[in-house]
């Protein structure tokens, strides 16, 4: 973990560096939060259920794939309390890619747009 | 991180995944996305170390506060207004002559959000999770710090329901400084415990 020769050392030392890379991350962070306060999971069952995710062999040192083991803890969580199961995930987020693909440059992606399959 | 858009409108798979998240659970009611709009601003320029910082400070200053910090740090830090969202309880540990304080979740990533905002990714990191327990001093040498052999390394393993705040020493010579003036010595790493606070220049 030599901050010399790992992406530690690429860290910028500011107290304000940028904590999100992606917009999707902190839109998974902040889904989380906001089903916390609904009452949806305790943050003890949250803690759980990321622990297992980023236990998992194949975690990047450097931690870069942090939220992608985020939103997998999600998915796990909602689809144990039968919120959102794993198949209507894999099918709205196909339709979400199809409307993207379908959406020309520069106007906003809307689901309505997805053509279909 | 990069990735290649070779198209002009595309998702990844995660960002598609998350956007279908948010259609499901809106659609059930369980979240509002414009309150998620609310949260990511929140995070993103409201909540931060600064307010860490003027913890600290305050404690600094203000002895009977330090006190009270000391004993029931969750209290302490919610009267000035920085309230943790998850309900958990706040402990500080204070840097003295003799002990230095590191702060690590071995399990995922628990961290004093309310005082500190998000982690940052060496934090959430698996060789930082778990080196920090094995072998702090080399884990502080490799932030630059090292500390003297005699001096002993306290490292505290945060949870879902307890977070800790490390209260770094003042520096010397800053005798009659202001709270403002003492915050902007006090680092996010400060409180984590992987720096000092600065010294006046």
Sequence with gaps: ?117 | MSHDHDHDNELDPFAARVRALETILTQKGLIDPAAIDVIVDTYETKIGPRNGARVVAKAWSDPAYADWLKRDATAAIASLSYTGRQGEHMQAVFNTEDTHNLVVCTLCSCYPWSVLGLPPVWYKAPPYRSRAVIDPRGVLEEFGLTLPADKKIRVWDSTAELRYLVVPMRPEGTEGWSEEQLAELVSRDAMIGTGLARQPA
């Excluded at chain 1, 259920?49 to 942090?66: C, I, T």
């Design chain 1, 1 to 117: 973990m030599s901050r010399r020769d790992t992406d530690m050392a690429e860290l910028p030392p500011g107290i304000d560096a940028p904590v999100f890379a992606e917009p999707w991350q902190a839109e998974a962070f902040a889904m989380t939060l906001a089903l916390h306060d609904k009452g949806l999971f305790s943050w003890s069952e949250w803690a759980q259920a990321l622990s297992s995710e980023v236990k998992k062999p194949g975690a990047a040192a450097d931690g870069h794939d942090y939220y992608e083991h985020w939103l997998a803890a999600l998915e796990s969580l909602l689809a144990a309390k039968g919120v959102a199961g794993k198949s209507d995930v894999d099918t709205i987020a196909a339709a979400w890619e199809r409307a993207a693909h379908a959406t020309p440059h520069g106007k906003p992606i809307l689901l309505e747009n997805d053509p279909g399959s």
